[in-house]
C-alpha cells in the first residue's frame, strides 16, 4: 500500500472523519467546496494535528495518535502545494525554487531545475518577487518549489486552477511523467474532471467531510453514482485498449472489447495495454450500422441498463464485450431506438472527441 | 488656609518634613514641601513655580536667584551647615587620621573612592576641595567615581563596590555597613551651607513666618537632630 | 494604608492619573504620527522623525528643562497657552503627564508603526474598492489590524509613565499632591538616609499597577491579534 | 458604449497597451496567465494608476490622464472580485458581506442579501472568521461581498476558479441575471471558455499586454483565429436560432438556418431569438443523410474550408443556410468523406452536448 | 575640536561605543525573548514578560541600584562572573553598556514581538514541509520577515543608549573616559548655573549621531520591509 490515511477531526460546524487506502500513484481527493479536502492535505503534510488518525506513506508512518507517533512537518518531506500560494515574500522567485533544496542537499541536480523551470515557463521571473508577479505565475512558481524540494509524498491542493488551458497542457505530462518514472505518491486536490481522470490512480470523494466513494481512478469515474460528485457533463466510462498499430495520419489504432479504435496518437508501442476515458455525452447510438460518417469508430453492444436522470436526458450503459461503456442521450431518442435492456446497438464515437489527456498507460497498480 | 510650599534639596527630606510637623503642630498652618535637586528647584523658580520658600543645598543657586530678583529682598539667610567626612565599607571600619598625612592611595590600593559628582554636585565640589587643600587630589584623582548624588556615593559603599567614598556627615550617620572613618576639618573646604530664603512671588502671608520657625529653636533641634548644623 | 503614608498613597493616585492621561491623551496624536511615518511622502518626514525620537535621544533631564522652558508660566507655549486658552501644564499633574507622554511617545510610536507597516495594503485597497475613503478604511481596516500595535503602544507608554521621573522632576518638580509621582518620590525617599525601604515599597506598588496593565494589555492584545489573524 | 479602456502601461519587463470599446453586458477578459488581465482590472478599480489611459463606464470617466482626471477607488463604485481573496480577516463573513453597504446606505436591500448568502451557499458561515474557510468558501464570500457592495461595475478576476461544477451551476445563472436585468457591466476575468462562452457579450483576448481580438462573443469566440487562445477542445461556432416550440419531453425545438434543433429545454418564449454554441469537436459530418442515430439534430450545408491544424486534426468550416459551424474531424475522416470546398454534406449534432450553459439570449447591444 | 572640549569628545565616543554594544549585545536575547512571549506558551511566560518590562516601569535610579547589587563586585552574578570568567562590569564602560541594554530590553523586545506577531504562520508552515526545521524556519523565513521590528527595536535601544542616564550613572557611576557618558556629562553641566551652554553643545552632538543612526536603520528598515512585501 503505497498511502493509507485514516483521520477524525472536528472543527466547530465541521466533522472529518476519512479512511482510505491508496496504491502508488496519484490519489486525486474529489468534492465540493467544503467538503475537507484542504484539511485532509494538511493532517498528511502535518500542519494539522488531528483528534485521531494515522497516516503512511509507503510504509513509513508519519504519524500515529494512538501510539503517539508524531514526525514533525519538515521531516515528513512532503511537497506541498498550497491552495493560497504561500510564496516567501521575500526571497527571488529563483531562491523561492530552490528553498527545499537547502535541505535535501541535492545541488548537483541542476538539470531537474532547468527541466522544470523551462516546462513552466517561469525562466524569465527568476530574478523577481512573489510580489511582482501575476496570479498564474505565482502558482507556477509554487508548483515548482513543491517539485524541487525532491519530495517523497507531493500534496497539490487544486495546483491548476487558475492556468489557462494551453498551460495546463505543458504542465499535466509532467506530472505524468512523474507519476509514471518515480515512486512518489501523489495526493492531488482538483475540482477538473479531465485532469483528475487523466493523471488520477485513485479517486476519493470527499462529501461533507466522509469519504463518498474510492478505489480505482476508471472504476469510480464512470460509476453512475458518482454523478452528482463530478457533475453530468463529466460523466463517462474508462475501457481498457491495447496499442495495435501507429497510422501515419497522426492516429493510432487500437483493440478494445467491441471493436477497434481509431484515436490521436499516443506514445506507447504496439502491444501496449492502456486506458481510454470515453465521455458519455461524446456517444452517439445507433441499432444499425452507420455509414459514410466522419467519425471514425464504432463500437458493437448490447443496452445493459437505462437510466433516467433529471430533466430530458438518460444514461445509457452499454457491454461492450465485456467492458460497460456509458452514452448520454434524450429521451426522445432513447425511445425512438427503442433501448431496453439486451437490445443490440452500435456506439459512435469520433477520434477528436477523445483528448490526448483521455488516453492512458494505466499504473500496475 | 493655603500651605506654605517649600522647595528644599533632596538631602533635607527627612529634616524637613520633621520641621514641617512641628511647625503645623505648633501653628496649625500647612505647609508641604517638594524635594529635588538644587539646581532643578533654582531653574523650576527661574520659570515661576509655586515656590514660597527655597532651601538650596549650595549657595551658588541661590545667588543666581538673587542676582534675577527671585527672592524677597532681605528674606536671605543661611539656615544650615554640614560637613563631609570620609566612610568607609563595613560597619567597624578603622578610624584614620583625616589630614595630610592620610595615605589615601595605599588605603584604596587598585579601588575606588566614591564621590559625589566634583564639578557639579556640593558634596563632590567640598570634597575635591578638602582634598586639593591636603594634596591629596592629585594622587587619588584617577581612582575617583563620581555619582550623581551624595546618596548615590555612600550606597557605593555600602555595597562594598568602593571601600571608602566622601559624603555628607548626614547621609553616612544612618546608614548600614558604612563607618564613618575621618572627617574633614572646616577649615579644608569652603564653609558648607544651606542658604534659605522667601521667594519673590510668594503671596503666601505666613512664608516669612515659617522661614523664621525654621531658625528658630524647635525647628534647630530637629536639624541638629538629623547631623546638620545649624547657624545663628 | 499606614503601610505606605498618605503621601506615597497620594503619589499611587497621581502616578496612575497621569500615566493614564498621558496614554489616553497621546493615542491619537502617536497613531496619526506613526501613520504619517509610515506611509506619508512628504518633505519633512524626517525631520518630523527626528523630533520624535529626542525624548529618548536627550538625557531626560534635558526633556524636562526644554519643556520647562517652552511649556513653563514664562515659556512661549505655555504662556500662550494659559493666556488664550487657560491651560496650564506648569507644576500641575496635568504637566507630569504631559512629560510622561512626551517620554513616551516615541515608543508609542514605533510600536503602532510597526504595525502599520505590516498591514496587507491589498486589504485597504479591497476596503476602498468597496466604497470606503481613506478615513472609513483607516478606522474599519486599518486599524483593527494594528490594534495590538495600538495596544503594545499604549502599555508602554503606561508603564514608561510609570517610571518616568528625570524629565518630569524637572519640568513639574515633585510637589505633593499635585506633581508628585511615584517616581519622583522615590528618588526623594533614596536622597535621604533611611528612605529605602520606604522607596522599595513604593515600587513594588508600582510594578504591581504596571503588571495590571500588562496582564489587560496583553488579554486585549490577544483578542485582537486573533481577531487579526481572522480566527 | 458601455465600457470603454484604454490604458498604457509599463512594468520592468512587461509592457501593457490594450484600448477596447464594449458594450452593456459582461466582457470577458481572455488570455493566458501573465498576459495582463489583472493589470487591466486594477486600473479600471483604480489600484494601478497607469502611465497614460482613460476608462469610462456609461459614459462615465474613471480617469484620464491627459486631463490629469482621477476618481479615486472609492469613488467608482466597482465591486471588485479579487484573484487572491482578500477578505477582511478581522471581521465576520456577514460583516464582510455588509462591508461596502455601510457607504451605499442601501441597508433596507436585505431580500437581496439572503437571496445572494442562499445563492453562494454562505448561510452557515455567516458568523464564522475568513480565517476558518476553506478555500472555495472564501471565495464565495468575496463574490458576495462584491455584489452587495450595489456596484456600478462589477470586476471579478477568475472568480470561479476554485469552486466545484455544482457551485459554478449555482452561481452563473446568478450573473446572467444580473447581465440581463441588470445595468451593471461586468469585467470578467476566466480561463474557462465554456464560463466565458456563457456569460460574456464581449471578449477581449489579451496577448503580452496587448488586446489579440476584441468583439462579439460569438464572433471572436467562433474566429478559428481565436483557437491558440482559447484551445482546440474549445473551438465552436455561436450560431443564430428562433425558439419554435417547447416539448413535453424537456426539449425545445429551433429553428436555425440549415435546419431544425432539438435542444435541452430553455426558458424562452416561442419566437425568441437566441444563440446556440455548438463546439467543433462536438459536430460529425456524413456525406449523406444518416437515419437510425440516437443523435437528433441533423443539419444540412456546403463544406465553406478546410484547415489543417497540427497533429491528426483539421478544422472544417460549413456554411449552413449562410451561417458558419465548425467542425472538428481527423484528417482520415475528412480524406475518407472527401471534404473539399463546396461539397454538401451534413452535420449531426447530439442534442445532449448542447449544454445548458451553451444556449442564451444575445444581448441587444 | 575646542567647540566641546576634550572631556567631552571623550564622552561622545564612550557613549557611541556604549550605545552599539548595547544594541548588539541585547539584539539575539531581545529576539529569543520576543519569540518566547510571542509564540511561547509555557508556565512563567507572564511573570517573564513583567520582568522584560521592569526596567521600564522602575525608576532608572531603582533599576541602576538593583544592578549594582547584582552585577556589582559583591552581587551575586557580579562575583560569579568575575571570578569564573574575569568579566567585570562595575565602574566600567561594559558596565554602562549593560545598564543601557537592560533600559532598551523593553523597548527592544516590544518592537521585535510586534513584527513577530505579524508574521503569517502560514508561510512557516511553507518552509516546514520544505523541509526546513525550527531553526532554518527563524533563519530564513521568520528573522527575513521581522527584520523591520528588529531595526526598529534596535533603533530605539541605541536611542534609549544614547539618552540613558539614571540606571547609568547609579551603576557604574561617571568615571571621565571610561563610564562618562553624554548623558552624565550633560547632567554634570546642568547642576552648575551657567552650564547650559555646554550641555546644550553635548546634546546636540548626540542628537546628531541618534540622527545618523535613525537615516540607517530607516534605510535598512524600509529596504527590509520592500523585501517582506515582495516588491
Ligand atoms: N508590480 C509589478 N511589477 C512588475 N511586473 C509586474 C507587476 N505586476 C504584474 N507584473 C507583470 O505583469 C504581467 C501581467 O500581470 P497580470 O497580473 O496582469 O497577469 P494576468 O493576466 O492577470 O495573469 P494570471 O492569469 O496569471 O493572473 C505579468 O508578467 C507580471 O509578472
Ligand atoms: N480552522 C478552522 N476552524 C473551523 N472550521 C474550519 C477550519 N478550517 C476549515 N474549516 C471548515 O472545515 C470545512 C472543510 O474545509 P476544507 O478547507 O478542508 O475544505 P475543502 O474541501 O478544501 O474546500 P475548498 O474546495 O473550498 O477549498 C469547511 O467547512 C471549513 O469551513
Ligand atoms: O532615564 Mo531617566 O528617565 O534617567 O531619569
Ligand atoms: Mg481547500
Ligand atoms: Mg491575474
Known amino acids: 500500500m503505497s498511502l493509507s490515511v485514516a483521520l477524525r477531526h472536528r472543527f466547530p460546524g465541521f466533522d472529518l472523519d476519512v479512511a482510505f487506502e491508496a496504491p502508488a500513484g496519484v490519489t486525486a481527493l474529489f468534492g465540493r467546496s467544503g467538503a475537507g479536502k484542504t484539511t485532509v492535505v494538511n493532517a498528511v503534510a502535518g500542519l494539522l494535528r488531528p483528534q485521531a488518525g494515522r497516516v503512511a506513506v509507503n510504509g513509513w508512518e508519519l504519524f500515529d495518535t494512538e501510539s503517539g507517533h508524531w514526525l514533525p512537518p519538515h521531516r515528513r518531506r512532503v511537497g506541498y502545494v498550497f491552495q493560497d500560494g504561500r510564496l516567501f515574500p521575500h526571497l527571488s522567485v529563483a531562491r523561492n525554487l530552490r528553498y527545499g533544496r537547502w535541505f535535501t542537499g541535492r545541488r548537483a541536480e541542476d538539470d531537474r531545475f532547468d527541466d522544470i523551470v523551462d516546462m513552466l515557463g517561469i525562466e524569465p521571473l527568476l530574478a523577481r518577487r512573489p510580489g511582482a508577479l501575476s496570479g498564474g505565475e505565482k502558482q507556477r512558481v509554487a508548483i515548482g518549489r513543491a517539485l524541487l524540494a525532491a519530495p517523497r509524498l507531493l500534496l497539490m491542493d487544486e495546483p491548476l486552477a487558475s492556468l489557462d488551458e494551453a498551460r495546463k497542457a505543458e504542465i499535466l505530462p509532467y506530472l505524468e511523467r512523474l507519476r509514471d518514472r518515480t515512486e512518489v505518491p501523489v495526493l492531488y486536490v482538483s475540482h477538473s474532471v479531465p485532469e483528475v481522470a487523466r493523471l488520477a490512480t485513485t479517486v476519493v470523494t470527499l462529501r461533507d467531510g466522509r469519504v463518498a466513494a474510492a478505489g480505482p481512478a476508471a472504476k469510480v469515474l464512470s460509476d453512475p453514482d458518482s454523478i452528482p460528485d463530478l457533475g453530468v457533463r463529466e460523466a463517462g466510462a474508462i475501457i481498457p485498449a491495447t496499442v495495435v498499430v501507429h497510422h501515419a495520419d497522426g492516429l493510432t489504432e487500437f483493440e478494445a472489447a467491441g471493436g477497434r479504435l481509431l484515436l490521436p496518437r499516443i506514445e506507447a508501442e504496439p502491444g501496449r495495454r492502456i486506458a481510454v476515458r470515453i465521455h458519455a455525452q461524446d456517444v452517439i447510438l445507433s441499432r444499425t450500422r452507420p455509414e459514410g460518417l466522419s467519425a471514425l469508430n464504432i463500437l458493437a453492444g448490447r443496452v445493459a441498463a437505462v437510466r433516467r436522470g433529471e430533466g430530458p436526458g438518460v444514461m445509457v450503459q452499454l457491454d461492450c464485450g465485456g467492458e460497460r461503456l456509458l452514452a448520454r442521450l434524450t429521451r426522445r431518442s432513447a425511445e425512438a431506438l427503442e433501448l431496453a435492456p439486451g437490445a443490440p446497438c452500435y456506439a459512435i464515437l469520433k477520434s477528436v472527441a477523445v483528448a490526448r489527456g483521455d488516453v492512458w498507460t494505466p499504473m500496475s497498480g | 488656609a493655603e500651605p506654605v510650599t517649600v522647595f528644599a534639596a533632596a538631602s533635607l527630606r527627612n529634616a524637613m518634613d520633621a520641621a514641617i510637623a512641628a511647625w503645623r503642630a505648633d501653628t496649625g498652618q500647612p505647609a508641604i514641601a517638594a524635594y529635588a535637586g538644587s539646581s532643578a528647584l533654582a531653574r523650576q523658580i527661574q520659570q515661576g513655580a509655586p515656590a514660597d520658600i527655597f532651601v538650596s543645598a549650595n549657595p551658588d543657586w541661590m545667588d543666581v536667584l538673587e542676582q534675577d530678583g527671585l527672592l524677597r529682598a532681605g528674606t536671605r539667610v543661611d539656615l544650615l551647615t554640614n560637613a563631609i567626612v570620609l566612610v568607609a565599607h563595613g560597619r567597624q571600619a578603622e578610624s584614620v587620621d583625616v589630614g595630610p598625612s592620610l595615605d589615601l592611595p595605599a588605603l584604596l590600593g587598585d579601588r575606588r573612592l566614591a564621590m559625589a559628582l566634583v564639578e557639579a554636585v556640593p558634596a563632590g565640589i567640598y570634597g575635591r576641595a578638602a582634598l586639593e587643600n591636603l594634596g591629596l587630589w592629585d594622587k587619588v584623582e584617577a581612582r575617583v567615581v563620581q555619582a550623581p548624588n551624595v546618596r548615590a556615593a555612600l550606597a557605593l559603599v555600602a555595597t562594598g563596590e568602593a571601600p571608602y567614598g566622601i559624603v555628607y556627615r548626614t547621609d553616612a550617620a544612618a546608614s548600614d555597613n558604612v563607618s564613618v572613618v575621618g572627617t574633614f576639618a572646616a577649615g579644608t573646604h569652603p564653609p558648607i551651607v544651606y542658604p534659605a530664603a522667601v521667594t519673590a512671588e510668594s503671596g503666601n502671608r505666613h512664608a516669612a513666618a515659617f522661614l523664621a520657625f525654621l531658625k528658630g529653636p524647635a525647628a534647630r533641634a530637629i536639624f541638629e537632630r538629623h547631623g546638620f548644623g545649624v547657624i545663628r | ?231
Chains 1, 4 share one sequence.
Open chain 3, 1 to 231: 494604608m499606614d503601610w505606605l503614608g498618605p503621601d506615597a498613597w497620594q503619589a499611587v493616585a497621581l502616578s496612575i492619573r497621569v500615566a493614564f492621561w498621558a496614554t489616553l491623551a497621546s493615542l491619537p496624536l502617536a497613531v496619526a504620527t506613526a501613520l504619517l511615518l509610515a506611509r506619508g511622502r512628504f518633505p519633512g518626514r524626517q525631520i518630523l522623525n527626528v523630533i520624535v525620537h529626542l525624548p529618548l535621544v536627550m538625557p531626560p533631564v534635558v526633556t524636562g528643562y526644554l519643556l520647562l522652558l517652552t511649556f513653563g508660566r514664562r515659556g512661549a507655549v505655555g504662556s500662550f497657552l494659559a493666556e488664550h486658552f487657560d491651560i496650564v501644564f506648569a507644576f500641575r499633574w496635568t504637566g507630569a503627564a504631559l512629560a510622561a507622554a512626551v517620554m513616551g511617545f516615541p515608543l508609542m510610536v514605533r510600536a503602532i508603526r510597526i504595525a502599520v507597516e505590516a498591514v496587507d495594503p491589498g486589504l485597504e485597497q479591497a476596503a476602498g474598492t468597496l466604497g470606503a475613503n481613506r478615513c472609513w478604511v483607516f478606522l474599519t481596516v486599518t486599524l483593527p489590524m494594528i490594534l495590538p500595535g495600538v495596544i503594545a503602544g499604549a502599555l508602554l507608554t503606561f508603564a514608561k509613565a510609570m517610571g518616568e521621573f528625570g524629565a518630569t522632576i524637572t519640568f513639574v518638580s515633585s510637589i505633593p499632591g499635585e506633581t508628585q509621582t511615584i517616581a519622583s518620590a522615590v528618588y526623594t525617599f533614596l536622597q535621604v538616609p533611611g528612605g529605602e525601604p520606604a522607596a522599595l515599597r513604593l515600587v513594588v506598588v508600582s510594578i504591581v499597577i504596571s503588571m495590571g496593565a500588562l496582564l489587560v494589555s496583553e488579554t486585549l492584545a490577544q483578542r485582537a491579534t486573533r481577531r487579526v489573524k481572522g480566527r
